[in-house]
């Protein structure tokens, strides 16, 4: 069951800096690959999300990297702030398939 | 506001009891998802809907969970005979189908406790 393997399980960096979260896949058919946050007694809000035709998508501060060769993906957060603190999940699907496969979570904190 | 909505929010119920919780999808998307998440762990597919009908459900989902959506709109998930295992937070989540690929909507999910 556990096809997305994310790392690490928890985080702190302090305010200003970059937030590096990590994650693997198994299933090679896998060509979506989106990342959620999700805060404290709320459900998880797409933040960015990446097909594999591309090696890298940018959003504002936040940027995803895509290795397809070595089955990785990241998340990197610069300029991290403490209203960033939150859950972190990567996921990974059949691109319009229904079973998407989470990882277990990164908690960031952003020390002020 | 007209993102995914559930209700309640939050239950407690006694071991063997029946639970049912609704789902209202953000409108006009036509795929609803449920998932299941724990503490410490990413959400579980549980089961999905298009339109009214139910196309694919996890080995997850035992026998004493059952999920409808009789109108293709609203979907509801009960759980009979509730056990302590069943103590989770089960989010419900909906989805356009076509061009906008798996962007999935999730609720703010309904937390269960069973005692």
């Known amino acids: 069951q556990q096809q997305v393997k994310q790392s690490p399980q928890s985080l702190i960096v302090q305010k200003g800096g970059i937030s590096i979260i990590n994650c693997a896949y198994e299933n090679t058919a896998f060509d979506y690959f989106p990342w959620y946050q999700q805060f404290p007694g709320k459900g998880p809000a797409l933040l960015i999300a990446?097909?594999?035709?591309?090696s890298e998508k940018k959003e504002g501060r936040f940027t995803i990297s895509f290795n397809k060769s070595a089955k990785q993906f990241s998340l990197h957060i610069m300029d991290s702030q403490p209203g960033d603190s939150a859950t972190y999940f990567c996921a990974a699907s059949i691109y319009n398939n229904n079973d998407m496969r989470f990882g277990a979570g990164t908690r960031l904190t952003v020390k002020p | 506001d007209t993102g995914v909505s559930q209700d309640p929010r939050h239950k407690i119920t006694k071991r063997g009891q029946n639970v049912t919780f609704r789902c209202d999808p953000i409108?006009?998307?036509?795929?609803l998802y449920w998932y299941r998440q724990t503490l410490g762990q990413g959400p579980e597919f549980l089961t999905y809907f298009q339109n009214e009908a139910q196309l694919e459900k996890s080995r997850l989902l035992s026998n004493r969970f059952s999920a409808e959506r009789p109108k293709g709109s609203f979907s509801t998930l009960e759980i009979q005979r509730t056990e302590q295992g069943d103590s989770a937070m089960y989010l419900c989540a909906s989805s356009p189908f076509g061009t906008k690929g798996n962007t999935i909507y999730f609720g703010e999910g309904s937390w269960l406790t069973v005692v």
């Open positions: 990446i097909r594999p035709d591309v």
């Open positions: 409108s006009e998307h036509n795929r």
